[in-house]
């Protein structure tokens, strides 16, 4: 039989004090008897539900409460805590006696790296060191620039002028020309885009978060972040979302299914939608400002400023039940080069079939808008507010091309710095209103079908002029201070 679980001194002699003052028939059910014990533990954590009956039935609801609160007084952390921690040493104490371990020493060893992982004070500098190794050398660096100037350079001297040559041979009208090759073609612009440029990054990514998710590192962040995200609505249990979104904001936005409650689901998918970019879009992004370490962290910071700042205010102004955090902590391990490789793979056959296509569809209705002028109406209408963000008119169509796939703005943005079209500043600003811009057509799909055409068409009514004012006040900033980045 399991010994009775002893609580600190403070706790145990506010249970006796309150089951002295419980009447003696209180809460007792035939069908489900529960002991004057049990009550006074849940009444220490502030139950809401025997709370709200203490309330309405106890004479002595008053010398209750100011047991409560002598207790709380004893002790230097919430009551709650308390109590969760001698539980837990009494699980600890148990597992230890049930369970015998041949190596004792790897699981100190296991300990103490999941206490690193968890703990605010050294899980940081871990995540940062994460940060900067994991995703700005590695897929910032390496992805969006050597394996991308490399294959957007076969492309360019090999693969468009072929297509160009052949396509102008086979295709005697124009029109159709421009359909298949030349400045925005399906191969020469889609295909290029989705394979020069955003499978390196995508690729990239989706192998260190297959190493990160092997590890069991995953849910330790969850866990370390949980405080963190409890300010914006949400629970630890949302950081695999965002960190997926991080990848691509399509496939998050799906996985939000997992998350407890609807309010949650919501502010998920809002911030998703608004502040999370894709891999290929901040790859890019990292990419091109890598070159400008004050222009990258002005950027960094100006977004995780947005997305916990609008975080806190749509949680304070969204009705709903709050979210609850639990989870499962997996033990840490090396990771197996196998698993790794299989996830990966699993995720690019995921890109190659879902997104890709995308790209096809995203030139050809770019085709159809130039042939009938639709698009170049649209483009004249947005360089007055491109030139009103400290822009070039130029950069009119990459927020238009933004809206088909959030990484073809950020692709147009690339083309337009290799021909220098934007100085340190105008590149800060144009990186900040793509980064914010409105969610491209597939994740708008996925937004449609998970949470409904009300929800999308109210996040989309906000984020759009929401993206610009945050591009315009970025430079009204940097002219105001005469910073130069």
């Not at 709370?51 to 010398?63: G, P």
């Not at 590695?138 to 294959?151: H, K, S």
């Not at 304070?316 to 955090?325: H, I, R």
């Not at 799909?445 to 906000?462: D, V």
Request: glycine share 6%; with cysteine.
């Amino acid at each position: 039989m399991l010994s009775q679980i002893a609580y600190p001194q403070p706790i145990e002699e506010a249970i006796a004090k309150i089951e002295s003052l419980l009447s003696p028939e209180l809460f007792i059910s035939t069908r489900h008897p529960i002991s004057k014990r049990s009550i006074a533990l849940l009444l220490l954590q502030k139950d809401p539900d025997f709370w709200e009956k203490v309330q309405q039935k106890e004479q002595q609801y008053q010398a209750i409460e100011a047991a409560i609160n002598l207790a709380q007084q004893q002790l230097n952390q919430p009551l709650s805590l308390a109590i969760a921690h001698a539980r837990q040493h009494q699980a600890w104490k148990i597992e230890k006696e049930v369970l015998s371990e041949p190596n004792q020493q790897e699981k100190i060893l296991n300990d103490r790296l999941h206490q690193l992982t968890v703990n605010p004070i050294t899980g940081f500098p871990i995540l940062l060191s994460i940060l900067y190794y994991g995703v700005y050398k590695f897929v910032g660096e390496f992805g969006a620039g050597t394996l991308v100037d490399a294959i957007e350079t076969f492309f360019e001297g090999n693969i468009n002028p072929i297509v160009n040559t052949v396509t102008a041979q086979i295709l005697p009208w124009p029109p159709l020309q421009d359909l298949i090759a030349n400045e925005y073609g399906i191969i020469t612009l889609g295909i290029r885009y989705a394979v020069a440029i955003v499978l390196p990054v995508v690729a990239t990514y989706f192998l260190m978060f297959s190493l990160l998710e092997d590890s069991g590192y995953l849910p330790r962040l969850s866990l370390m972040l949980d405080r963190l995200f409890k300010s914006i609505g949400l629970s630890g249990r949302a950081v695999i979302p965002m960190v997926l979104g991080l990848g691509c904001d399509t496939m998050a936005t799906m996985v939000t299914r997992t998350l407890e409650t609807k309010r949650e689901r919501l502010i998920a998918t809002f911030l998703l939608s608004l502040a999370i970019p894709c891999a290929a879009q901040w790859g890019v992004i990292v990419g091109l400002l890598a070159q400008k370490p004050a222009a990258l962290l002005i950027w960094g910071g100006f977004i995780t400023g947005i997305f916990l700042v609008v975080g806190y205010l749509t949680a304070k102004l969204l009705p709903g039940t709050k979210a609850s955090f639990y989870m499962e902590v997996p033990p840490l391990r090396l990771p197996k080069i196998r698993n790794i490789l299989i996830k990966t793979w699993v995720r690019m056959k995921w890109y190659f079939i879902e997104i890709i296509p995308l790209f096809v569809w995203a030139s050809v209705i770019i085709w159809i808008g130039r042939l009938t002028g639709l698009f170049d109406a649209i483009i004249k209408g947005i360089e007055p507010i491109a030139i009103a963000l400290g822009l070039p008119k130029e950069a009119a169509p990459i927020f238009l091309y933004g809206f088909f796939r959030r990484d073809y703005g950020a692709a147009g943005l690339f083309d337009m710095q290799q021909e220098n079209i934007f100085n340190g500043n105008q590149l800060l600003v144009a990186s900040v209103v793509l980064t914010l811009f409105l969610p491209c057509i597939a994740q708008f799909q996925i937004m449609l079908k998970e949470r409904g055409a009300k929800t999308t068409f109210a996040m989309t009514a906000f984020i759009l002029p929401f993206a610009f004012l945050m591009g315009y006040l970025m430079n009204l900033v940097l002219n105001v201070l005469k910073v130069t980045v």
